[in-house]
């Protein structure tokens, strides 16, 4: 398996314009999650779904962020608009059975906003 | 005024000597802890677990330890290997919710 996969591995974008994160989970695993790291806040859970259905978005930081699920092999997390404050390494997770096994992290996505 | 970033605390060891790092958490209910290593550039991975009814659980190299009463989980790495040199993270998880809560990290430093 290729594990999780996470495109693009880097992205930069100018204030203001929308930018489209993108996740394949590992096959069978059924829950997905969406989480950003600063340095300021560590690690922070955005959003998690489970059989692609958005469970707990409280972490969300705004209107700005969605993040959506439209089958078991593709999630996406978008920003509009985007804004310096965003700048952060976004990872996808997934795992079988939620918590319980530990999750597998993809590369993440180094976005920088300008 | 200028915000700071988030200082990691860092744990320096000589290669082939030991390591522990601590992780105190702070929810009594949490039945369920992670540790995970990140390397540079690459995502958190699983290391090693344990659940709460355990206090010690042994893998390859690396054993972590559970103490209820005080709150604290540890993460012991026998003879550390420059590969070691990484962030580690200490998680735990809440009966009922399918999520984790991660720590703020300890960075570990292996001297050659």
């Known amino acids: 398996d290729a594990g999780v996969i996470q495109s693009p591995r880097h992205e930069v974008t100018e204030m203001g314009q929308e930018v489209t994160l993108r996740c394949k989970p590992i096959s069978g695993h059924d829950y997905l999650f969406w989480y950003r790291q600063t340095m300021m806040r560590g690690l922070e859970l955005l959003i998690y779904?489970?059989?692609?259905?958005?469970?707990?978005d409280s972490g969300m930081p705004e209107d700005r962020f969605s993040a959506k699920m439209p089958n078991a092999s593709f999630s996406t997390l978008k920003i509009q608009p985007s804004e310096p404050r965003d700048s952060a390494v976004y990872f996808c997770a997934s795992s079988l059975v939620g918590a319980a096994y530990g999750y597998t992290f993809g590369s993440g996505t180094r976005l920088t906003v300008v | 005024g200028e915000s700071v970033g988030l200082h990691l605390p860092t744990l320096s060891v000589q290669e082939g000597d030991n390591s522990i790092i601590n992780c105190a958490y702070s929810?009594?209910?949490?039945?369920?802890f992670i540790w995970y290593k990140q390397e540079s550039g690459k995502g958190p991975q699983f290391i090693i677990d344990i659940r709460s009814n355990m206090d010690k659980r042994q893998g390859q190299r690396v054993t972590v330890l559970l103490n209820k009463t005080v709150k604290h989980l540890s993460l012991q790495i026998a003879a550390t290997q420059p590969g070691d040199s990484a962030v580690y993270f200490c998680a735990d998880h809440s009966g009922g919710y399918q999520k984790v809560t991660f720590g703020t990290g300890t960075k570990l430093q292996v001297i050659p």
């Open positions: 779904f489970n059989n692609n259905v958005p469970i707990d």
């Open positions: 929810n009594s209910a949490s039945d369920y």
